[in-house]
């Protein structure tokens, strides 16, 4: 599986972005998908992820409710659409894939295939 990682950009505290990851392969629908992000000099930390389907979604507690993960599986492609953002979300964003036999998405070590990341700046 490759993942291709788009839609960061710079944008004003309050304002939102929408990343998309596509992904290539025949299995995208078997993957769990999950997106993590990194800010300067600090470990990535877990964003949110989403089940094989979609019927499931999980998020870090600090961002329920200003983010959003969904997957349309027939484009193979994951969203994220951040809202509210803050000065504090800039970081850079990389989405991920979980084989079926998985397991906590939370975990990033649990995940398989990895984008290269896609620069989010808010500024205040």
């Known amino acids: 599986v490759q993942l291709q990682a788009s839609g960061g950009g710079l944008v004003q505290a309050g304002g939102s972005l929408r990343l998309s990851c596509a992904a290539s392969?025949?299995?995208?629908?078997?993957?769990?998908m999950g997106w993590f992000r990194q800010a300067p000099r600090k470990e990535r930390e877990f964003v949110a992820a989403?089940?094989?389907?979609?019927?499931?979604?999980y998020y870090a507690d600090s961002l329920k409710g200003r983010f959003t993960i969904s997957r349309d599986i027939a484009k193979n492609t994951v969203y994220l659409q951040m809202n509210s953002l803050k000065p504090e979300d800039t970081g850079a964003y990389y989405c991920?894939?979980?084989?079926?036999?998985?397991?906590?998405?939370?975990?990033?070590?649990?995940?398989?295939?990895w984008g290269q990341g896609t620069q989010v700046t808010v500024s205040s």
């Open positions: 989403i089940s094989a389907r979609g019927s499931r979604t």
């Open positions: 392969g025949r299995a995208f629908s078997s993957y769990v």
């Open positions: 991920a894939a979980m084989m079926p036999s998985g397991g906590n998405y939370y975990h990033d070590h649990e995940y398989d295939y």
